[in-house]
């Protein structure tokens, strides 16, 4: 079976070329998933924003998902998904406050796990697959 699929972009900060996508949307059927890679709370430069507030770091990372999402004329509102990877238990009530604000009607399934992240500045990093209507 041939998969019918596209790259959505990269972030302004990523100079190098890293073996992995920060999207991927896949055609299936009547149906298109959208993958997306985990996203941390950065700038256009690639430096952390909000260090040491995970509710700004979390609006931060659903900020840059969305507009990854629209690459694909997909939102938030198609997020079916997703994976939360939270540096402190402690952090957990303040992250899922920002992410009951963004996801106010059907929240997404969700899991969410304690984790070592990549840089120490991060407090969260959220992945998510949505689903949207092939056009």
Known sequence: ??????????????TDRRPFSRGV???????RMIFVSGIAAIDDDGKPMHVGDVRGQTRQV??????????DAASLRDVV????????VADYEAMNEVRAECFPELPPASSTVQAEMIR??????IEAIAVRPRV
């Open 1 to 14: 079976m041939s998969v019918n699929r596209r790259i959505l972009g990269s972030h302004p900060a990523a």
């Open 25 to 31: 949307s896949v055609e299936l059927g009547d149906a």
């Open 62 to 71: 659903f900020r840059l998902m969305q507009t990854l999402l629209e690459q």
């Open 81 to 88: 998904k997703l994976t939360v990877f939270l540096k402190s």
């Open 120 to 125: 120490p500045e991060f407090l969260v990093e």
